[in-house]
Every structure is written in C-alpha cells, then in structure tokens.
C-alpha cells in the first residue's frame, strides 16, 4: 500500500496546491475569462481532501471556469462538490446542488461511472464520478434536502 504524505509533508502539499491555485486564478482572470459587463465572474475552487491513517492528499478542482474559452455565464453548467462514501452494501453519493429536487435530478450508471445531471432556473449542474464499485441503478434512492443531493446506491 502506497502511504501518502503526512505531517509537515502533508502542510507542505497543500500550500502548494493552494499556491496553484492562486497562479491559475491569476491567469484565468488575466485572459479576460472572467469578466463579464465590466465585473468579475465565475466559480472556480478546489476540494482538498486529507486522509486518515496514512492516505494522502487527494485535490480535486471544481467549477465552471478554465475549461472552455470564452466568459463564464449564469446558465452555464456548474460542477457540483460530491463525496462519496462507502457504506457497507451500499455506496452514498453526497452532492452540492441548490435548488435541486429528487424529481430535476437525472442520472446515469454505465459500470462503475455514475453521471449526475440537474436543471433548475437558470442553474444547471454536470458531474461525473468514479464509483469504488458497480452499483444496482435500478434501486437508487434519491433524496434532495437544503441544496443537498443524496444518492443511496446499493451494489
């Protein structure tokens, strides 16, 4: 088993991913990318996630800025923040999407990828996720509460 970094390695890790971070927002804005009517927008962050027992620093960046040229707009797709969790006979999929309902939220299991879709208002939502293992799609239970997408998927 690989271990990751720990301790000040870990510290170490993080700063610089943040520090990356802050270098890849400066140029974002520096191209224009952002702007829109004289303003700054978009959404454009990072996930950091800190292992226990040895497991290292996994960064995921999120958002909807950096990817394709051009300003970033209300109605373009937003990627959601997700977690996913293992949970016995049952994966739990846990995802950020305000003013999502059980009934906007769409979704597709091909293997052990799950695609996780959802339009509402001028808010639409894309994400597509890695399952630790294949899932029964057919007996998803979904349920939305406060901006919370929760997915309950069993093997």
Known sequence: MKKGPTGAA???EI???????VEKLSEI???GELHQNGRLRGVYGVQVKVGLGGKEVEM???GHTGREAGPATEAEVREPVCDVFEEGDSILV?????GVSEKELKYEV?????RLTAATGNRNYAKDLE??????AARIRVTANNGVVELRCPR
Request: glycine share 12%; hydrophobic share 45%.
């Open 10 to 12: 870990a510290l170490s």
């Open 131 to 136: 399952l630790p293992a294949a899932v029964d």
């Open 60 to 62: 995921e960046p999120f």
């Open 29 to 31: 804005e520096s191209t």
């Open 94 to 98: 846990i995802a950020e999407m305000p």
């Open 110 to 114: 091909n293997g052990t990828r799950l």
């Open 15 to 21: 700063l610089k991913g943040l520090g990356g971070l």
